[in-house]
């Protein structure tokens, strides 16, 4: 099955810096890449996601890549606020497969004012 | 529009009971997902519901059950529970349209003593 490794597990910047999240997927069939924000004690939240037939998408801060030879896609947030603070976790999905998604460990982002 | 919902908010149960969780998926959705959250991991499949059956499983035990209903709706049942199962229970909704998009309920939070 799929197996998603997500790094680093926590992450701490600050204000207005950049931050950077990676994960690696194993399985090439995967076609769907998304990434979900979770604060504490809500549900995860659907924020950005790609699909294999791109490499890179953008919404306003935050963009997502995708390299499908090296299987890695990462996570990027630009002049990040207090209000980024929270656990972000990636995801791996196969259509075919019924869109099961595999999700990453999580990282920790903790942005200081 | 409601966004999916799911009850009960809080649970406790003691070992060896039986539980049902119920959830609602957004307006317009028609599959149903249910992933299991321990305390400081990424979600995990458990099963998924489409058109009243159950289309894809994880590596759960058969203790794990559901159930959709004809108005999309579904039920999650877990008997003789166990310690480990205390967890929080995402339910999650897609479209036949869009089958790449999963939006999370709030979850249901049990603790199994």
């Known amino acids: 099955g799929e197996n998603v490794e997500q790094h680093p597990s926590t992450l701490s910047v600050q204000e207005g810096d950049s931050a950077v999240i990676k994960c690696t997927y194993s399985?090439?069939?995967?076609?769907?890449f998304p990434w979900y924000k979770q604060e504490l004690g809500k549900r995860p939240q659907l924020i950005i996601d790609?699909?294999?037939?791109?490499g890179e998408k953008k919404d306003q801060r935050i963009a997502v890549t995708l390299n499908k030879t090296a299987k890695h896609f990462s996570l990027h947030i630009t002049e990040t606020q207090p209000e980024d603070s929270a656990v972000y976790f990636c995801?791996?999905?196969?259509?075919?497969?019924?869109?099961?998604?595999?999700f990453g460990g999580g990282t920790r982002l903790m942005v200081k004012p | 529009d409601a966004g999916v919902t799911q009850s009960p908010t809080h649970l406790i149960k003691t070992r060896g009971q039986q539980v049902t969780l119920r959830c609602s998926p957004k307006?317009?959705?028609?599959?149903v997902s249910w992933y299991q959250q321990a305390l400081g991991q990424g979600p995990q499949f458990i099963f998924q519901?489409?058109?009243?059956?159950?289309?894809q499983r994880g590596n759960f035990p058969d203790r794990f059950s559901g159930h959709q209903f004809p108005n999309y709706s579904s039920e999650l049942n877990v008997n003789a529970l166990l310690l480990g199962d205390s967890a929080l229970y995402l339910c999650?909704?897609?479209?036949?349209?869009?089958?790449?998009?999963?939006?999370f309920g709030p979850g249901t939070r049990l603790t199994v003593t």
């Open positions: 999650a909704s897609s479209s036949g349209l869009a089958p790449y998009e999963q939006y």
């Open positions: 399985d090439s069939a995967s076609n769907y």
């Open positions: 790609i699909r294999s037939n791109v």
């Open positions: 995801a791996a999905g196969e259509n075919n497969a019924g869109n099961m998604l595999t």
């Open positions: 307006s317009g959705h028609d599959t």
């Open positions: 519901y489409y058109e009243e059956e159950e289309r």
